[in-house]
């Protein structure tokens, strides 16, 4: 589910891949890149704990926030991301393609 923020209405979206093919069922805006991206690095969707001593910077890239639950190579999956900084702005535009949506950050 991706919410744009605001009054705006949330996507969902519906990701199956079978050996990095997106199956009939799939509904998602690009089935064929989210699969590709997510057989070529399935840890998209688990990212890192933030460390403690890193720096992000102070940057917001909209109010856009996106959930994904469901499971990869059957192990389960649920992971939230947002546009709120630096750190949290790589890690949408590392999984971009899995979201279905650029953001407000390209």
Known sequence: ?????GSGQPANYTLVCRDGVPAAESQHPSAAA????????A?????????????????YGGPQEATVTG???D???EAT????????IA??????????????AG
């Open 91 to 104: 890690q949408w535009n590392a999984a971009k393609d899995v979201l279905g949506s650029s953001g407000g």
């Open 75 to 77: 192990r389960p999956v």
């Open 71 to 73: 499971s990869v190579d």
């Open 1 to 5: 589910m991706v919410k744009p923020g």
């Open 43 to 59: 840890a998209l969707l688990s990212p890192a704990p933030r460390p403690t001593d890193k720096a992000c910077t102070q940057q």
């Open 34 to 41: 989210a699969c590709a991206a997510l057989k070529a690095n």
């Open 81 to 88: 991301f947002s546009l709120r900084d630096g750190c949290e």
